[in-house]
Protein backbone atom coordinates (compact mmCIF):
# COMPACT_ATOMS: atom_id res chain seq x y z
CA UNK A 1 0.00 0.00 0.00
CA UNK A 2 1.42 3.52 -0.92
CA UNK A 3 1.18 6.22 1.65
CA UNK A 4 -1.91 8.28 -0.14
CA UNK A 5 -5.01 8.45 2.07
CA UNK A 6 -7.81 5.77 1.79
CA UNK A 7 -11.31 5.61 2.30
CA UNK A 8 -14.53 3.16 2.81
CA UNK A 9 -16.03 2.52 -0.21
CA UNK A 10 -18.21 -0.18 0.84
CA UNK A 11 -18.88 -2.63 3.64
CA UNK A 12 -20.61 -5.54 4.96
CA UNK A 13 -21.42 -7.07 8.17
CA UNK A 14 -22.99 -10.41 8.58
CA UNK A 15 -23.65 -12.13 12.02
CA UNK A 16 -22.18 -9.71 14.64
CA UNK A 17 -23.69 -8.32 17.81
CA UNK A 18 -27.04 -7.38 16.64
CA UNK A 19 -26.63 -7.40 13.55
CA UNK A 20 -27.48 -10.16 11.59
CA UNK A 21 -26.91 -8.68 7.79
CA UNK A 22 -26.24 -5.33 6.28
CA UNK A 23 -24.55 -4.42 3.18
CA UNK A 24 -23.85 -0.09 3.43
CA UNK A 25 -22.15 1.55 0.35
CA UNK A 26 -21.87 5.21 1.42
CA UNK A 27 -23.02 8.12 -0.55
CA UNK A 28 -21.68 11.53 0.25
CA UNK A 29 -19.38 12.31 3.20
CA UNK A 30 -22.12 11.59 6.14
CA UNK A 31 -23.43 7.94 6.62
CA UNK A 32 -26.11 8.36 9.52
CA UNK A 33 -26.93 4.96 10.87
CA UNK A 34 -30.30 5.95 12.97
CA UNK A 35 -33.49 3.86 14.07
CA UNK A 36 -34.80 3.08 17.30
CA UNK A 37 -32.16 1.84 20.05
CA UNK A 38 -31.19 -2.09 20.17
CA UNK A 39 -31.65 -2.32 16.36
CA UNK A 40 -27.73 -2.50 15.58
CA UNK A 41 -26.49 0.56 14.56
CA UNK A 42 -23.63 0.49 17.11
CA UNK A 43 -23.32 -2.54 16.36
CA UNK A 44 -22.23 -1.66 12.78
CA UNK A 45 -20.08 0.96 14.04
CA UNK A 46 -18.30 -1.56 16.31
CA UNK A 47 -18.01 -4.28 13.80
CA UNK A 48 -16.43 -2.27 11.60
CA UNK A 49 -13.71 -1.31 14.30
CA UNK A 50 -13.24 -5.12 14.55
CA UNK A 51 -12.30 -5.58 11.19
CA UNK A 52 -10.12 -2.61 10.85
CA UNK A 53 -8.92 -2.13 14.31
CA UNK A 54 -7.96 -5.88 15.15
CA UNK A 55 -8.68 -8.15 18.35
CA UNK A 56 -8.33 -5.10 20.99
CA UNK A 57 -11.47 -4.02 19.07
CA UNK A 58 -13.70 -7.37 18.99
CA UNK A 59 -16.10 -7.77 22.20
CA UNK A 60 -15.79 -10.36 24.50
CA UNK A 61 -19.07 -11.65 22.76
CA UNK A 62 -18.95 -10.99 19.44
CA UNK A 63 -21.48 -13.26 17.67
CA UNK A 64 -25.31 -12.45 17.34
CA UNK A 65 -27.46 -14.87 18.79
CA UNK A 66 -28.26 -17.96 17.49
CA UNK A 67 -24.94 -17.86 15.33
CA UNK A 68 -21.87 -19.88 15.20
CA UNK A 69 -19.91 -17.55 13.05
CA UNK A 70 -20.41 -13.82 11.51
CA UNK A 71 -17.66 -11.44 9.50
CA UNK A 72 -16.84 -8.04 8.07
CA UNK A 73 -16.05 -7.25 5.08
CA UNK A 74 -14.85 -3.63 4.15
CA UNK A 75 -13.97 -2.46 0.88
CA UNK A 76 -11.19 0.22 0.93
CA UNK A 77 -9.32 2.62 -1.80
CA UNK A 78 -8.06 5.86 -2.88
CA UNK A 79 -8.14 8.37 -5.62
CA UNK A 80 -5.15 6.30 -7.32
CA UNK A 81 -7.44 3.57 -8.12
CA UNK A 82 -5.92 0.63 -5.46
CA UNK A 83 -9.08 -1.02 -3.85
CA UNK A 84 -8.37 -3.31 -1.09
CA UNK A 85 -11.19 -6.13 0.38
CA UNK A 86 -10.77 -6.63 4.34
CA UNK A 87 -12.26 -9.49 5.27
CA UNK A 88 -12.46 -10.35 9.07
CA UNK A 89 -14.38 -14.12 10.30
CA UNK A 90 -14.92 -14.04 13.55
CA UNK A 91 -16.14 -17.68 14.90
CA UNK A 92 -17.00 -19.27 18.02
CA UNK A 93 -14.20 -21.48 19.88
CA UNK A 94 -15.04 -25.33 19.67
CA UNK A 95 -15.64 -25.27 23.61
CA UNK A 96 -17.85 -22.22 22.70
CA UNK A 97 -16.16 -20.15 25.38
CA UNK A 98 -14.80 -17.39 23.72
CA UNK A 99 -13.63 -17.13 19.85
CA UNK A 100 -11.17 -17.30 16.57
CA UNK A 101 -10.83 -14.82 14.43
CA UNK A 102 -9.06 -14.25 10.88
CA UNK A 103 -8.17 -11.72 8.84
CA UNK A 104 -7.59 -11.50 4.98
CA UNK A 105 -6.58 -8.57 3.16
CA UNK A 106 -6.88 -8.78 -1.07
CA UNK A 107 -5.69 -6.27 -3.78
CA UNK A 108 -7.76 -5.71 -6.89
CA UNK A 109 -5.80 -8.20 -8.44
CA UNK A 110 -6.50 -11.15 -5.78
CA UNK A 111 -3.16 -10.48 -3.77
CA UNK A 112 -2.81 -11.64 -0.19
CA UNK A 113 -0.73 -10.10 2.51
CA UNK A 114 1.20 -11.94 5.00
CA UNK A 115 0.51 -9.57 7.61
CA UNK A 116 -2.64 -8.09 7.40
CA UNK A 117 -2.92 -6.13 10.92
CA UNK A 118 0.24 -4.60 10.00
CA UNK A 119 -0.94 -3.37 7.11
CA UNK A 120 -4.48 -1.96 9.07
CA UNK A 121 -2.71 -0.49 11.46
CA UNK A 122 -0.19 1.79 8.97
CA UNK A 123 -3.89 2.96 7.77
CA UNK A 124 -5.87 3.64 10.93
CA UNK A 125 -3.11 4.31 13.36
CA UNK A 126 -2.92 3.33 17.04
CA UNK A 127 -5.55 5.21 18.21
CA UNK A 128 -9.37 6.02 17.24
CA UNK A 129 -11.54 8.96 18.59
CA UNK A 130 -15.12 9.45 18.96
CA UNK A 131 -14.81 13.46 18.08
CA UNK A 132 -18.26 13.72 20.36
CA UNK A 133 -17.01 11.52 22.94
CA UNK A 134 -13.81 13.71 22.79
CA UNK A 135 -16.35 16.65 23.19
CA UNK A 136 -17.91 15.62 26.38
CA UNK A 137 -14.47 13.75 28.25
CA UNK A 138 -13.74 15.89 31.28
CA UNK A 139 -10.75 18.52 30.83
CA UNK A 140 -8.36 15.82 32.23
CA UNK A 141 -9.11 12.99 29.94
CA UNK A 142 -8.52 15.63 26.55
CA UNK A 143 -5.63 15.96 27.91
CA UNK A 144 -4.25 12.99 28.38
CA UNK A 145 -5.39 12.06 25.04
CA UNK A 146 -3.99 15.26 23.09
CA UNK A 147 -0.66 14.59 25.25
CA UNK A 148 0.25 12.07 22.34
CA UNK A 149 1.16 14.61 19.64
CA UNK A 150 3.95 15.90 21.45
CA UNK A 151 6.55 13.20 21.53
CA UNK A 152 9.26 12.94 23.91
CA UNK A 153 7.90 14.99 26.40
CA UNK A 154 6.56 12.87 29.49
CA UNK A 155 3.80 14.68 30.71
CA UNK A 156 2.86 12.76 34.08
CA UNK A 157 6.91 12.94 34.80
CA UNK A 158 6.85 16.57 34.48
CA UNK A 159 3.75 17.32 36.34
CA UNK A 160 5.48 14.55 39.32
CA UNK A 161 8.30 16.99 39.69
CA UNK A 162 6.65 20.07 39.37
CA UNK A 163 4.11 18.95 42.42
CA UNK A 164 7.54 17.89 44.42
CA UNK A 165 9.03 21.06 43.37
CA UNK A 166 6.04 22.77 44.37
CA UNK A 167 5.46 21.09 47.99
CA UNK A 168 9.09 21.20 48.85
CA UNK A 169 9.26 25.07 48.09
CA UNK A 170 5.36 25.47 50.27
CA UNK A 171 7.81 23.80 52.64
CA UNK A 172 10.84 25.67 52.63
CA UNK A 173 8.71 29.01 52.54
CA UNK A 174 7.05 27.86 55.39
CA UNK A 175 10.37 27.32 57.62
CA UNK A 176 11.82 30.75 56.01
CA UNK A 177 9.06 32.31 57.13
CA UNK A 178 9.20 30.91 60.53
CA UNK A 179 12.38 31.64 60.77
CA UNK A 180 12.05 35.20 59.74
CA UNK A 181 9.10 35.58 62.47
CA UNK A 182 11.40 34.32 65.27
CA UNK A 183 13.76 36.63 64.03
CA UNK A 184 11.76 39.33 63.87
CA UNK A 185 9.99 38.61 67.30
CA UNK A 186 13.40 38.60 69.52
CA UNK A 187 13.78 42.07 70.90
CA UNK A 188 17.41 43.26 71.78
CA UNK A 189 17.82 45.18 74.64
CA UNK A 190 18.75 48.98 73.11
CA UNK A 191 20.20 49.60 76.54
CA UNK A 192 22.16 47.00 76.99
CA UNK A 193 26.06 47.91 76.55
CA UNK A 194 28.07 47.91 73.53
CA UNK A 195 30.60 45.73 75.16
CA UNK A 196 30.96 43.83 78.64
CA UNK A 197 32.49 45.76 81.76
CA UNK A 198 35.36 44.58 83.22
CA UNK A 199 34.51 43.21 86.61
CA UNK A 200 37.43 41.43 87.48
CA UNK A 201 39.29 44.68 87.45
CA UNK A 202 36.67 46.16 90.15
CA UNK A 203 36.74 43.03 91.91
CA UNK A 204 40.40 43.46 92.19
CA UNK A 205 40.20 47.60 93.10
CA UNK A 206 38.11 46.41 95.88
CA UNK A 207 40.39 43.95 97.17
CA UNK A 208 43.40 46.64 97.09
CA UNK A 209 41.18 49.29 99.05
CA UNK A 210 40.18 46.35 101.71
CA UNK A 211 44.05 45.98 101.73
CA UNK A 212 44.44 49.73 102.33
CA UNK A 213 41.77 50.09 104.81
CA UNK A 214 43.32 47.38 106.63
CA UNK A 215 46.68 49.12 107.10
CA UNK A 216 45.05 51.76 108.01
CA UNK A 217 43.39 49.85 110.56
CA UNK A 218 46.68 48.38 111.85
CA UNK A 219 48.11 52.60 111.62
CA UNK A 220 45.41 53.73 113.74
CA UNK A 221 45.73 50.51 116.68
CA UNK A 222 49.57 51.57 116.43
CA UNK A 223 49.32 55.15 117.35
CA UNK A 224 46.63 54.01 119.86
CA UNK A 225 49.10 51.95 121.65
CA UNK A 226 52.02 54.54 121.51
CA UNK A 227 49.68 57.20 122.29
CA UNK A 228 48.74 55.10 125.37
CA UNK A 229 52.25 53.58 126.06
CA UNK A 230 53.35 57.61 126.05
CA UNK A 231 50.51 58.50 128.55
CA UNK A 232 51.46 55.75 130.87
CA UNK A 233 55.05 56.55 130.94
CA UNK A 234 53.67 60.49 131.28
CA UNK A 235 51.78 58.81 134.55
CA UNK A 236 55.19 56.92 135.54
CA UNK A 237 56.96 60.24 135.42
CA UNK A 238 54.44 61.86 137.90
CA UNK A 239 54.78 58.97 140.00
CA UNK A 240 58.38 59.37 139.91
CA UNK A 241 58.23 62.78 140.61
CA UNK A 242 55.77 62.42 143.53
CA UNK A 243 58.14 59.33 144.68
CA UNK A 244 61.10 61.90 144.89
CA UNK A 245 60.02 63.61 147.95
CA UNK A 246 59.42 60.30 149.51
CA UNK A 247 62.07 58.71 148.76
CA UNK A 248 65.03 60.77 149.02
CA UNK A 249 67.18 57.90 149.00
CA UNK A 250 66.08 56.68 145.91
CA UNK A 251 66.01 60.02 143.53
CA UNK A 252 68.82 59.36 141.63
CA UNK A 253 67.65 56.13 140.65
CA UNK A 254 64.19 57.66 139.92
CA UNK A 255 65.16 60.60 138.42
CA UNK A 256 67.96 58.51 136.02
CA UNK A 257 64.42 56.31 135.78
CA UNK A 258 62.16 59.89 134.92
CA UNK A 259 64.67 60.60 132.63
CA UNK A 260 65.07 57.21 130.66
CA UNK A 261 61.51 57.68 130.78
CA UNK A 262 60.72 60.96 129.27
CA UNK A 263 63.31 60.25 126.42
CA UNK A 264 61.99 57.08 125.98
CA UNK A 265 58.18 58.85 125.45
CA UNK A 266 60.16 61.39 123.40
CA UNK A 267 61.26 58.92 121.11
CA UNK A 268 57.91 57.44 120.88
CA UNK A 269 56.18 61.45 120.27
CA UNK A 270 58.96 61.45 117.69
CA UNK A 271 57.51 58.53 115.80
CA UNK A 272 54.01 59.65 116.18
CA UNK A 273 55.34 62.75 114.15
CA UNK A 274 57.02 60.50 111.91
CA UNK A 275 53.97 58.29 111.23
CA UNK A 276 52.41 61.25 109.16
CA UNK A 277 48.50 62.52 108.87
CA UNK A 278 46.43 58.97 108.82
CA UNK A 279 45.08 58.10 105.56
CA UNK A 280 41.88 58.42 104.64
CA UNK A 281 39.29 55.41 104.08
CA UNK A 282 38.23 54.51 100.79
CA UNK A 283 34.52 54.16 100.40
CA UNK A 284 33.67 50.59 99.68
CA UNK A 285 30.19 50.96 99.19
CA UNK A 286 30.48 52.86 96.44
CA UNK A 287 32.86 50.33 94.68
CA UNK A 288 30.30 47.59 95.53
CA UNK A 289 27.78 49.47 94.03
CA UNK A 290 29.57 49.45 90.76
CA UNK A 291 30.43 45.58 90.93
CA UNK A 292 26.92 44.99 91.16
CA UNK A 293 25.89 47.72 88.20
CA UNK A 294 28.43 46.10 86.06
CA UNK A 295 27.26 42.66 87.05
CA UNK A 296 23.99 43.86 85.96
CA UNK A 297 25.06 45.53 82.86
CA UNK A 298 27.35 42.43 81.81
CA UNK A 299 24.07 40.06 82.06
CA UNK A 300 22.06 42.72 79.99
CA UNK A 301 25.14 42.54 77.35
CA UNK A 302 25.22 38.69 77.20
CA UNK A 303 21.48 38.18 76.95
CA UNK A 304 21.92 40.83 74.35
CA UNK A 305 24.89 39.04 72.57
CA UNK A 306 22.62 35.75 72.80
CA UNK A 307 19.50 37.28 70.77
CA UNK A 308 21.96 38.85 68.54
CA UNK A 309 23.39 35.92 67.84
CA UNK A 310 20.45 33.85 67.51
CA UNK A 311 18.50 36.25 65.37
CA UNK A 312 22.05 36.36 62.95
CA UNK A 313 21.62 31.95 62.61
CA UNK A 314 17.81 32.58 62.12
CA UNK A 315 18.04 35.13 59.25
CA UNK A 316 21.04 33.18 57.79
CA UNK A 317 18.73 29.85 57.63
CA UNK A 318 16.08 31.49 56.24
CA UNK A 319 18.53 33.23 53.35
CA UNK A 320 19.46 29.70 52.95
CA UNK A 321 15.64 28.08 52.53
CA UNK A 322 14.79 31.17 50.31
CA UNK A 323 17.61 30.82 48.12
CA UNK A 324 16.42 26.89 47.75
CA UNK A 325 13.25 28.15 47.05
CA UNK A 326 14.38 30.70 44.53
CA UNK A 327 16.01 27.61 43.08
CA UNK A 328 13.03 25.30 42.88
CA UNK A 329 11.26 27.85 41.34
CA UNK A 330 13.53 28.19 38.89
CA UNK A 331 13.65 24.06 38.09
CA UNK A 332 9.72 23.96 37.97
CA UNK A 333 9.91 27.43 35.66
CA UNK A 334 12.95 25.69 33.41
CA UNK A 335 11.14 22.49 33.14
CA UNK A 336 7.53 24.19 31.91
CA UNK A 337 9.26 25.92 29.54
CA UNK A 338 11.13 22.95 28.23
CA UNK A 339 7.38 21.45 28.04
CA UNK A 340 6.13 24.84 26.28
CA UNK A 341 8.79 24.52 24.24
CA UNK A 342 8.05 21.17 23.13
CA UNK A 343 4.59 21.68 22.78
CA UNK A 344 5.04 24.51 20.67
CA UNK A 345 7.54 22.31 18.29
CA UNK A 346 4.80 19.68 18.24
CA UNK A 347 2.66 19.12 15.13
CA UNK A 348 -1.01 19.98 16.49
CA UNK A 349 -4.53 18.81 14.83
CA UNK A 350 -5.30 22.07 14.42
CA UNK A 351 -3.84 25.77 14.76
CA UNK A 352 -4.66 27.86 18.22
CA UNK A 353 -4.08 24.36 20.19
CA UNK A 354 -1.85 23.86 23.25
CA UNK A 355 -1.66 22.80 26.63
CA UNK A 356 -2.72 24.82 30.24
CA UNK A 357 -2.60 23.23 33.24
CA UNK A 358 -3.90 19.59 32.72
CA UNK A 359 -6.43 21.45 30.13
CA UNK A 360 -6.55 21.67 26.67
CA UNK A 361 -6.30 25.31 25.64
CA UNK A 362 -7.52 26.49 22.06
CA UNK A 363 -6.75 30.42 21.63
CA UNK A 364 -5.35 30.54 25.00
CA UNK A 365 -8.82 29.44 27.00
CA UNK A 366 -9.70 26.51 28.09
CA UNK A 367 -11.27 23.82 25.04
CA UNK A 368 -14.56 23.60 27.21
CA UNK A 369 -15.33 27.36 27.20
CA UNK A 370 -15.25 27.67 23.18
CA UNK A 371 -18.74 27.31 21.20
CA UNK A 372 -20.02 23.95 20.34
CA UNK A 373 -18.78 25.16 16.52
CA UNK A 374 -15.17 25.26 17.69
CA UNK A 375 -15.49 22.52 19.85
CA UNK A 376 -16.62 20.08 16.96
CA UNK A 377 -14.23 21.73 14.25
CA UNK A 378 -11.46 20.86 16.85
CA UNK A 379 -12.54 17.00 17.74
CA UNK A 380 -12.79 15.81 14.13
CA UNK A 381 -9.28 17.36 13.25
CA UNK A 382 -8.30 15.65 16.45
CA UNK A 383 -9.66 12.50 15.13
CA UNK A 384 -8.49 13.08 11.92
CA UNK A 385 -4.76 13.47 13.17
CA UNK A 386 -5.13 10.30 15.19
CA UNK A 387 -6.14 8.08 12.08
CA UNK A 388 -4.61 10.48 8.90
CA UNK A 389 -4.61 7.26 6.31
CA UNK A 390 -7.74 5.77 6.47
CA UNK A 391 -10.37 8.91 6.19
CA UNK A 392 -13.11 8.31 8.13
CA UNK A 393 -14.64 8.40 11.45
CA UNK A 394 -17.08 7.45 13.96
CA UNK A 395 -19.46 8.67 16.49
CA UNK A 396 -21.80 6.83 18.31
CA UNK A 397 -23.43 10.45 20.04
CA UNK A 398 -24.66 12.50 16.88
CA UNK A 399 -28.16 12.51 18.46
CA UNK A 400 -27.07 15.01 20.86
CA UNK A 401 -26.41 17.45 17.56
CA UNK A 402 -28.92 20.14 17.26
CA UNK A 403 -29.46 21.18 13.43
CA UNK A 404 -26.87 24.05 13.46
CA UNK A 405 -24.55 21.20 15.05
CA UNK A 406 -25.43 18.62 12.35
CA UNK A 407 -25.00 20.99 9.33
CA UNK A 408 -22.05 21.99 11.18
CA UNK A 409 -20.55 18.49 10.63
CA UNK A 410 -21.75 18.13 7.16
CA UNK A 411 -19.85 21.04 6.24
CA UNK A 412 -16.54 19.70 7.55
CA UNK A 413 -16.71 16.20 6.60
CA UNK A 414 -16.91 17.91 3.07
CA UNK A 415 -14.32 20.68 3.50
CA UNK A 416 -11.98 17.66 5.20
CA UNK A 417 -13.05 14.63 2.60
CA UNK A 418 -13.94 12.66 5.52
CA UNK A 419 -16.44 10.10 5.55
CA UNK A 420 -18.19 10.37 9.09
CA UNK A 421 -20.49 7.04 10.26
CA UNK A 422 -22.25 9.08 13.08
CA UNK A 423 -24.94 7.07 14.53
CA UNK A 424 -28.52 8.99 15.42
CA UNK A 425 -32.11 8.03 17.06
CA UNK A 426 -35.06 8.07 14.44
CA UNK A 427 -33.50 10.83 12.32
CA UNK A 428 -36.00 12.19 10.08
CA UNK A 429 -33.50 13.00 7.39
CA UNK A 430 -33.93 11.54 4.33
CA UNK A 431 -30.26 10.91 3.49
CA UNK A 432 -30.10 8.80 6.91
CA UNK A 433 -29.49 4.92 6.30
CA UNK A 434 -32.73 2.96 8.62
CA UNK A 435 -31.67 0.06 10.82
CA UNK A 436 -34.20 -2.10 12.09
CA UNK A 437 -33.66 -5.42 13.99
CA UNK A 438 -30.34 -6.20 12.62
CA UNK A 439 -30.94 -4.96 8.74
CA UNK A 440 -31.03 -2.03 6.48
CA UNK A 441 -35.00 -0.95 6.82
CA UNK A 442 -36.38 -1.52 3.54
CA UNK A 443 -33.67 -3.96 1.91
CA UNK A 444 -33.72 -7.11 0.80
CA UNK A 445 -32.20 -9.38 3.67
CA UNK A 446 -29.52 -10.96 2.50
CA UNK A 447 -26.31 -12.57 3.66
CA UNK A 448 -23.26 -10.02 3.33
CA UNK A 449 -21.31 -10.58 0.12
Not at 28 to 33: C, D, F, Q, S, T
Not at 287 to 312: H, P, S, V
Request: net charge negative.
Amino acid sequence: MTDTSYRILSFAVEGILRVVAVHIKPDGRVLELTGKNRQGKSSIIEALWAALGGEKFIPSDPIHDGEDAGRIVVDIGNDSGLKYKVTRRIKKADNEKGYNTSLIIEGADGEKFSNPQKLLNGLIGALSCDPLEFIAMKPKDQFDLLKRFVPGVDFDAIAAAYQKDFDDRTDVNRDAKSKRTRADAITIDENAPAARLDEAALVAELAAAGKKNAEVERFRAAQAARRQRADGLDASAEQKRKRIQELRAEIDRLELGEQEDEAAAADVRMEIADAGDEPTLVDTGDLQAKITAARDANAKFDAAERMRTEKERLIQEATVLERQSAALTKAMEDREKAKQDAIAEAKMPIAGITFGDGVVLLDGHPLGQASQAQKLSTAIAIAVALQPKLRFITTKNAALLDDDSWKALVNLAEQQDLLIIAETVNSNRPTAVHIEDGHVKGAVRQAAE
